[in-house]
């Protein structure tokens, strides 16, 4: 079946197996490896990706079943010079990366928390960590992904002094150009 996707922008066009899971075509198909392939069963959330806008788990969607939709990865957040998002930054600000392995899925992830929040009252610990339910880490007990993502949105809230990266998160890939 032929699958059309935009990824971080881009249109892609290619035929796919009807049992392709998005991260193998994300990962092998379109060399996107930032994604990454933790326990293939959806509890880890190395892999989650945003599907029109929405996170998802990539190793639990099927590529056909994502025919027409906008996918964001991990390359398609930080802008194309290089600098990181207010999360981004916010979390490598508090040591919330560690290994790095869940760095991705958790940026991805967080970054539909914090664009959800937008405009409203910035998420409390207690949401954040429930939140992060379907992120697994190893290394930094949460704790310095928590304040991570305080950081980033007392930075981005209303009268907080603009820093370059301020925003929370670039925009999800869209379907225009």
């Not at 990962?27 to 994604?35: A, E, I, P, Q, V």
């Not at 027409?68 to 990181?84: F, H, K, Q, R, S």
């Not at 190893?138 to 907080?160: E, F």
């Amino acid at each position: 079946m032929n699958v059309e996707l935009n990824v971080n922008g881009v249109p892609e066009r290619f035929p796919a197996e009807p049992n392709e899971l998005l991260v193998e075509r994300l990962r092998d198909g379109l060399g996107l490896t930032g994604t990454k392939v933790g326990c293939d069963t959806g509890q880890c959330g190395t892999c989650v990706v945003r599907l029109d806008g929405r996170s998802v788990k990539s190793c639990l969607v099927l590529t056909v079943q994502a025919d027409g939709c906008a996918v964001a990865t991990i390359e398609g957040v930080a802008a194309a010079d290089g600098e990181l998002t207010g999360l981004q930054e916010a979390l490598r600000q508090e040591h919330g990366t560690q290994c790095g392995f869940c760095t991705p899925g958790m940026v991805m992830s967080l970054g539909e928390l914090l664009d959800d929040s937008r405009g409203g009252p910035a998420p409390t610990e207690p949401e954040i960590r429930e939140w992060l339910t379907g992120n697994l880490c190893r290394c930094t007990g949460y704790h310095s992904v928590v304040r991570g993502v305080q950081r980033a949105c007392a930075a981005a809230a209303p009268g907080a002094a603009a820093e370059p990266a301020a925003a929370l998160s670039r925009p999800a890939a869209t379907t225009e150009g």
